[in-house]
């Protein structure tokens, strides 16, 4: 049984960085990816990026390049995705996704709200 | 960048009642598309993954159909649980790349 546990709840300031945690349990052997997804309030859904554990390999969605960075660490098992240069706009839940790619988001954490005000 | 479209926004039903729900991308995207439920305050749910292929443990009156620009999900017999909102999902390999619909919200009639 895939796990995803994520941090908890952040209140920022605008221009300022957040740094959440994605920890998986359960089914973590072999090669998988990790993705963040973000949801606006009463708005939808909005791919971020990912990475893949095993290589390295890291691929962000156009709108977040230069603000993202998604790692992990040394286990692989925990993965890290940092926004820098927060604006009122980027208040959201953000999710983390594990699938068997970056695109595949079949386990979703519990999700972590982002409050920048 | 392909866009992706779902009609209608919202829609009320009521338990039994054939629910179906459209996706459309702005160019031919093959079968590179899934469903996914969503209800308030919680995580969403893969239902339907290349189009037509349903998820393990998904019950069968939820189904999908299509290829290339224009898709359907259908829920054959809506269930109390079922009132949420579906997004529709464009995905690419690579480059690695998702694209979410608008979403559709379905609520009680």
């Known amino acids: 049984q895939v796990q995803l546990v994520q941090s908890g709840a952040e209140v920022k300031r605008p221009g300022s960085s957040v740094k959440i945690s994605c920890k998986a349990s359960?089914?973590?052997?072999?090669?998988?990816?990790f993705s963040w997804v973000r949801q606006a309030p009463g708005q939808g859904l909005e791919w971020m990026g990912g990475i893949i554990p095993l290589f390295g390999t890291t691929a962000y969605a156009q709108k977040f390049r230069g603000r993202i960075t998604i790692t992990t660490d040394d286990s692989k098992t925990t993965a890290y995705m940092e926004l820098s240069s927060l604006r009122s706009e980027d208040t959201a839940l953000y999710f983390c996704?594990?699938?068997?790619?970056?695109?595949?988001?079949?386990?979703w954490g519990q999700g972590t709200l982002v409050s920048v005000s | 960048d392909i866009q992706m479209t779902q009609s209608p926004s919202s829609l009320s039903a009521s338990v039994g009642d054939r629910v179906t729900i459209t996706c459309q991308a702005s160019q031919d995207i093959s079968n590179h598309l899934n469903w996914f439920q969503q209800k308030p305050g919680k995580a969403p749910k893969l239902l339907i993954y290349?189009?037509?292929s349903l998820d393990t443990g998904v019950p069968s009156r939820f189904s999908g159909s299509g290829s290339g620009t224009d898709f359907t999900f259908t829920i054959t017999s809506l269930q109390p649980e079922d009132f949420a909102t579906y997004y529709c999902q464009h995905y690419e390999n690579v480059p690695p790349d998702v694209t979410f619909g608008p979403g559709t919200k379905v609520d009680f009639k």
């Open positions: 996704t594990k699938g068997i790619i970056m695109p595949h988001l079949l386990h």
């Open positions: 290349d189009a037509s």
């Open positions: 359960g089914d973590t052997f072999g090669n998988f990816a």
